[in-house]
């Protein structure tokens, strides 16, 4: 069995979607020399770095993380593989056809793009699941639909419309192979929250 860290690290330098978005901030707040500790006070966004979207971030009223039974967060998931794609590419309901034909288990897209989270372009040139794909992974009952890209907006509405929460900005995938993998996703605990930072691993056999 090994284990795959798919989080990227907490820091001050992570890019944020849009301008108000917050940035995220590490202060010390105390140290050894003064307090015989460490301390930091940390002011991050709901959707910052590798975090999970709840329904709520998009629908009035619709279920947040904490209402979701913790079981949610260890799944069978498929990863499936879209590497080697140019900027903006998007990838389309066939493909993903092509590869996910079992109901019911999760997805997580593999595109090779994590390599640029940090960038400038990161945001601008992913290449975007397309709108014909998710409402295809819909029709599959997946759990959840993981990538280690961001999702567009209009794929936001399609999945998080039926309930299944998205898992953004995976990093590591290139650790990746195609195949079935144990995702564990979980997020931080927040009362009513719309989305939360997450540390996601795979367990590989």
Known sequence: MKVI??????????????????????????????????????????????????????????????????????????VLDFTGRAPKQEITRDEVRKKFRTKGIGVVIKTGWDVRFGQKDYYATYPPISNEAAEYLVEMEIPVLAADTPFT?????????????????????????????????APLLIKGGDGAPARVLAIVD
Not at 5 to 21: G, R
Not at 43 to 61: Q, R
């Open 5 to 78: 860290d798919l989080t990227h690290a907490i820091s001050a330098e992570m890019p944020v979607y849009f301008p108000w978005h917050p940035r995220t901030d590490l202060e010390q707040t105390a140290t050894y020399q003064e307090n015989r500790c460490e301390v930091r006070r940390l002011s991050i966004g709901s959707h910052s770095g590798t975090h999970i979207d709840a329904p709520s971030h998009v629908f009035d009223g619709k279920p947040t993380l904490d209402q979701y039974d913790p079981a949610l967060w260890y799944v069978d998931a498929q």
């Open 153 to 185: 907006l209009d794929v936001h509405y399609i999945i998080l419309k039926h309930g299944i929460p998205l898992i953004t900005n995976l990093n590591n995938t290139a650790r990746l192979t195609e195949g079935l993998i144990k995702l564990i996703s």
